[in-house]
């Protein structure tokens, strides 16, 4: 079985994030960028699930500018056997993603498409969804347990009431939850050896996909500062308060 | 609390733009290590640094080390623990020799490596920190049979490193040793003595403890000459290669101390111990400078780690804080006050931190580099030059980056008020741990000696050349830019009064020997000063040009332009009153008697 782990390239989760001063967008030079912190959860898990001998091959995937090979790099450096680059100059939306990796599923036909359950970045938390929808398997998402036996998996889901086990057949579409797994130190002499392993680039036109903007970026604009807080002297006051604000 | 976040931004501005790996292209540990591959080393570095290492720093400071009644030392909690995944992922040999397992790659890799582990957590540093420097001795002066018996288990971080020079009698004065060293049948030798402030002597991290310890045999000559280098492990190894019996060297104190205080500062008792001879007789002291090259490097490289956490600290700090207004009318009205940033004299301490900062870091991997041609370049003559010029820096890295340690975190300190001298705040710790580095790896004074009596007049002055016609050779080639001058006429200035002042010193010493001691540590300073002017006369001049080109890091390069000039109108002038104290000579320092000094 293939397990196939899509990564985003995307700012350091310890960086400030800072908006351009034109409002075109956040500011990403000499910002330290790394693999989206869910993806690097889901693609060590994959890596656990091939370790344990239940899956032969985990494939790195992420969709960008020929930057995002340092992630992929990093990947194969945490133990990925290879990666697969598709290039675009254009940030591409869920959908648009959900898509790519599906023509990436039918080059591969992996058991298991391993997501992070959302990017740091726009916190979107659609692709995996929307794969599972096109791709018209099962899916798992938010995942914080994962075993397989016998084509399917048992998956433990972090959800609002706490969490819920759920069996799926693969092949499948699974998102990672923050406490799937602590992914591991890449070591240093795998980051040479991950030099030798194989990267595949793929112009984002051989694929065939439609590309069409779902929505449009206007402007970005910080956080409005918090206003200072209130302290009040009784539930009553409370309620009034927050029926004032229009919040009740 | 303190935070820590790596310059990576600036180390890829260093490697990339600023070393010309290209003239370094023949060696051997660059042909397969790309750009790219330097920076993601260094983004895995920075992560083990940040992540692991710097949330157990004032873990450290709080619980210090443990010493139980079985002489067995503890570590506080989560550094065994810290040291295991260091290992594991290979960094203990990053720069090591890969026929003994390490990585091979570049010493200015090391040296970046070796910064971050600082600034992160310099007691949990040290401990490789002395294991490199033991490693080092090894491989250069130990028998086949002793670099195969100790490099691995060294290199792999499974064991660890000591140096023992000091002793209760003698500590820059190492002609003062008294541990003994006799001869038994067998061909080793067994020690006996007391080494007192012996960093790592003790500690829980690893399965043995390499010390090296300096020693005199029966007929040895007085003073250095009689002086030679042991291997005395805590276990001895077995033919199998793991540690077997305990040697007869114990741990008979850690001391407590004002900073530092998880890296273990050890009594060392040896009691017949077993030693196994490095080279020759009465060689040891010549074979430990060897350690004590790369570790005096390593020790500057520690002021500049501690010092780049302190200033980075203290600019966040100053963005956050509100106090007071703006003299030229309130900058943030929105806000109380406005932040302290908008005082002149807060940015000052904060530019004159980045100023040192940056420099300090642009001149140690320019000597890294070197270093790394003088051990490794295939062409002898390219190796004989890069030496001359590492002999050269030696004494000023040591010297000016520990004392810049100290400064810069200080002046964070400062920066933070009142809030600086809590505890709990955490920045005062950078002030009482950078604190040794002026002390230990021979004091900074006697580095300053060291400069002036040794340096400047070896090989006839070509030590000293080194450093000029690499910067004159700097000059010719920017001379004439756009832009370049009011970086290149000061800073020849400066060259040409570090040239008379050198001529000056020469003079003054060849007659009276008091002079060179009296001139020293101004010397050194001015020379520190002048150099940091070539670099960023350099950065400013890649600066310029990548600005010109349309580079992609255009807020970088307007940084070290608008840095440059700083150092430039505010720092560099120093170098007129130190010209002018080195002039100034012994007299005075020597008028008063002894007792009324
Ligand atoms: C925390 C800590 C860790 C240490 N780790 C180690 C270790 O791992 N191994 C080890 O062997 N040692 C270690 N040391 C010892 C350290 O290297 C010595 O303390 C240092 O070399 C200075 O020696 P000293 O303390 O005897 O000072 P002294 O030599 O007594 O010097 C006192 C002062 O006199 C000055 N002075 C001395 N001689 C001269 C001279 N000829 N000309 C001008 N000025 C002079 C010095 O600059 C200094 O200011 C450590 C010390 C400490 C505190």
Redesign the pocket.
């Known amino acids: 079985m293939k397990i196939l782990v899509p990564i985003k390239r995307v700012v350091d989760y310890n960086v400030r994030v800072r908006v351009k001063s034109d409002g075109s967008g956040v500011e990403t030079e000499g910002v330290k960028m790394s693999i989206n912190p869910f993806d690097e959860i889901a693609l060590e898990e994959a890596l656990r699930i091939r370790e344990r001998g239940e899956a032969e091959e985990v494939i790195v995937a992420s969709i960008g500018g020929t930057d995002v090979q340092q992630q992929l790099r990093t990947g194969l450096a945490m133990g990925a056997d290879r990666a697969i680059h598709v290039e675009t100059e254009t940030a591409p939306q869920p959908l648009t993603v959900a898509r790519i990796l599906l023509k990436l599923i039918e080059r591969e036909s992996p058991g298991i498409v391993f997501l992070g359950k959302q990017a740091i970045d726009d916190d979107c938390n659609q692709t995996a969804q929307m794969l599972a929808a096109l791709w018209d398997r099962p899916q798992a998402t938010f995942a914080s347990r994962v075993e397989l036996a016998d084509g399917k998996a048992t998956v433990a889901r972090e959800v609002d009431a706490g969490l819920e086990t759920i069996e799926i057949e693969l092949p499948a579409v699974m998102s990672s939850d923050l406490r799937l797994n602590e992914p591991r130190f890449v070591k240093l002499p795998d980051i040479m050896k991950a030099k030798r392993k194989p990267l595949d680039v793929i112009a984002i036109a051989d694929l065939g996909v439609e590309q069409g903007a779902g929505f449009e970026m206007l402007a970005f604009e910080p956080p409005p500062k918090r206003g200072g807080g209130k302290v009040v002297g009784s539930v009553a006051e409370l309620v009034d308060e927050l029926k004032n604000r229009g919040l009740l | 609390m303190p935070v820590y976040r790596a310059p990576l931004d600036d180390f890829r501005f260093l490697v990339e733009e600023f070393l010309d790996l290209d003239q370094a292209a023949d060696l051997p540990s660059l042909t397969d290590c790309s750009a790219d591959d330097i920076r993601a080393i260094l983004r895995e570095g920075a992560r083990l640094a940040e992540t692991v290492l710097q949330p157990l720093n004032a873990v450290g400071d709080e619980q210090g080390v443990r010493l139980d009644d079985d002489g067995r030392a503890t570590l506080p909690e989560g550094f065994a623990e810290a040291y295991q995944t260091y290992c594991e992922a290979g960094w203990n040999g990053l720069t090591a020799d890969v026929d003994y397992g390490g990585q091979g790659l570049p010493v200015f890799l090391g040296l970046c490596l070796s910064e971050m582990l600082n600034a992160a957590n310099a007691s949990f540093a040290a401990y490789p920190g ?1 294991t490199h420097g033991a490693v080092e001795v090894i491989e250069r002066h130990g028998s086949d049979e002793q670099k195969q018996r100790y490099l691995p288990p060294m290199i792999a971080g499974r064991w660890t490193g ?5 002793e209760p009698q ?4 190492l002609g003062l040793i008294r541990t003994r060293a006799e001869p038994a049948t067998d061909g080793s030798y067994r020690i006996s003595g007391t ?7 003790e500690h829980d991290l690893a399965d043995n403890i390499v010390h090296l310890v300096l020693a005199r045999t029966p007929d040895a000559p007085a003073g250095t000459r009689g002086i030679s280098l042991f291997i005395v492990p805590k276990f001895l190894p077995k033919d199998d290669g793991n540690a077997g019996e305990r040697n007869r060297v114990r741990c008979a104190g850690v ?1 407590r ?1 004002m900073g ?1 205080k998880a ?1 273990a ?1 050890c009594e060392m008792q040896y009691d017949n111990a077993v030693g196994f001879l490095v080279g020759e007789e009465n060689r040891g002291l010549a074979q430990m400078f060897t350690m004590m090259n790369a570790a005096r490097l390593v020790t500057g490289i520690q002021g500049l780690g501690l010092a780049s956490v302190a200033a980075q600290n203290a600019a966040s700090f100053a963005r956050e804080r509100l106090q007071g207004r703006s003299l030229a009318g309130p900058k943030y009205p929105d806000r109380p006050a406005d932040p302290i940033i908008v005082h002149p004299d807060v940015r000052y301490m904060l530019l004159k931190s980045r100023a040192l900062v940056e420099g300090a870091r642009a001149l140690g991997l320019y000597t890294g580099l070197q270093l790394e041609i003088e051990h490794r370049h295939p062409d002898p003559e390219r190796r004989r030059q890069a030496g001359h010029f590492v002999a050269l820096m030696t004494p000023i890295i040591k010297a000016f980056f520990t004392d810049m340690g100290s400064e810069v975190a200080n002046l964070g300190l400062q920066v933070h008020g009142g809030a600086g001298y809590i505890h709990d705040t955490g920045v005062e710790q950078f002030v009482r741990d950078v604190r ?1 580095t002026q ?8 580095q300053a ?1 060291d400069l002036v009596g040794r340096k400047l007049v070896a090989d006839n002055g070509d030590l000293l050349k080194s450093f000029f016609s690499a910067v004159q050779s700097f000059i010719d080639s920017v001379r004439g830019e756009e832009g370049m001058a009011e970086f290149v006429d000061p800073l020849e200035q400066s060259v040409k009064r570090l040239a008379s002042t050198s001529a000056l010193v020469y003079q003054q010493m060849s007659r009276d020997p008091l002079e060179a ?1 009296a001139a020293s540590s101004d010397f050194l300073r001015l020379f520190a000063l002048t150099a940091l002017a070539w670099m960023w006369a350099r950065m400013a001049a890649i600066s310029q040009r990548a600005l010109d080109a349309g580079s992609d890091h255009q807020t970088l390069h307007q940084d070290k332009l608008a840095v440059a000039r700083f150092y430039f109108a505010r720092m560099l002038p120093e170098t007129l009153g130190l010209e002018a104290k080195v002039a100034a000579g012994a007299q005075t320092l020597m008028a008063l008697e002894d007792d009324r000094v």
């Open positions: 002395l000591t140096m023992n020079l000091t003698c500590g820059t004065d080494k007192i402030w012996i960093s790592a002597g001391d101390k530092m890296s500062t040794i002390i230990y790896e021979g004091t900074n004074g006697v000696l001691g």
